[in-house]
């Protein structure tokens, strides 16, 4: 049954007091003292009477009652008074009914919302111990195995110290990325805007990629040839970063004799960049989180090669410091295309 607003019930408490009085007056005016005019003139003064008296008790009753849910929905510190004046124009009784659904409902959320966090954090603290115990029982072996000796055969002494000596630069790859996205996240690292030609850019990456890519037997190029260059405003050495990141990890996940291609294109005051290769692709439930630290879509290979599992991370937060946002279309056995845009350069 649907609840009566506080209007309705002064209005039932009105007609039930005006039709009583009406009922016996009539029954008491057996001599015709009072004319018919006079009877419905009293039971109309005594109607609006009861009526606009009703709803006064019942708002200010029921705004009692209601008002320390309001103000435990809204936070509210203001005085009495001048709250019921906010509500004063409105059916309290409904307000309130909607307004607890409205923070139920986003207190709902809230706590989806913090359920996942902790997923998440349980993950991210899962997914940092396993990827730094794995150097750190390396160290330990190759440690133990010197001080049993094998620090004085020269056949494994330098061996296993090469070999600590790359455990040691893993692990520090790792804590230099996750400080790079921590101060990425907290604001603290300031963005050092300027305008550069990213044809030019991207031709310094390829450079530095091109042993890289000539073990993976992959070829970089892009997709036209630029005759001009393309100036946008940006971070250059963080968009260098993140187009670096991109590529590395186009050409650790390609095919053999494979191709990573590179394009540029123009939309309105912005440059789209998108960066795609025919590797071998990613499923559908993992490009949805395909950003996540430390997430991989295949475990066993990233390690092999090295990965600290933060670049995709990284480049998202590179891209969202630069307010833009960074996107992928992918298939399984076909490859996957990066996008991303940057602002044009100012014109002067």
Request: glycine share 6%; net charge positive.
């Amino acid at each position: 049954m649907k609840a009566l607003s506080a209007k309705q019930v002064a209005l039932y408490i009105a007609l039930f007091a005006a039709l009583l009085f009406l009922i016996l007056t009539i029954l008491t005016n057996l001599t015709g003292k009072y004319s018919f005019l006079s009877l419905t003139l009293g039971g109309g003064i005594l109607f609006i009477s009861i009526y606009f008296f009703a709803i006064v008790f019942l708002n200010n009753f029921i705004f009692e009652k209601i008002k320390p849910i309001y103000r435990t929905i809204h936070s509210i510190n203001t005085p009495g008074q001048d709250f019921y004046k906010a509500l004063a124009r409105k059916d309290i009784i409904a307000e309130v009914r909607n307004e607890v659904a409205i923070w139920a409902k986003n207190k709902a959320n809230e706590i989806d919302q913090l359920r996942q966090l902790e997923k998440y954090r349980r993950e991210f603290l899962g997914n940092v111990s396993h990827e730094l115990k794995t150097p750190i029982f390396n160290i330990q072996g190759y440690v133990l195995t010197l001080l049993d000796g094998g620090l004085d055969d020269p056949a494994i002494n330098k061996l296993y110290l090469e070999r600590t000596e790359k455990s040691i630069n893993r692990m520090i790859n790792i804590v230099e990325d996750l400080e790079a996205i921590s101060r990425l996240e907290s604001g603290e690292l300031k963005l050092e805007r300027e305008d550069f030609n990213i044809i030019s850019l991207t031709k310094d990456v390829f450079e530095m990629q091109e042993m890289l890519a000539e073990k993976y037997e992959i070829k970089l190029a892009f997709r036209v040839h630029h005759e001009k260059p393309i100036l946008v405003n940006a971070d250059k050495k963080r968009i260098t970063e993140a187009i670096n990141n991109l590529i590395v990890n186009s050409l650790k996940y390609g095919k053999k004799h494979g191709k990573t291609v590179i394009s540029f294109e123009e939309a309105d005051d912005r440059i789209l960049v998108e960066i795609s290769d025919n590797g071998i692709g990613i499923g559908e439930k993992d490009i949805s989180r395909i950003f996540e630290r430390f997430y991989r879509t295949d475990k066993s290979r990233s390690r092999d090669q090295g990965g600290t599992g933060l670049g995709l991370s990284i480049v998202k937060h590179i891209i969202e410091a630069h307010e833009q946002t960074i996107s992928v279309r992918s298939r399984m056995g076909e490859g996957s295309t990066f996008s991303f845009t940057l602002d044009k350069a100012r014109v002067k």
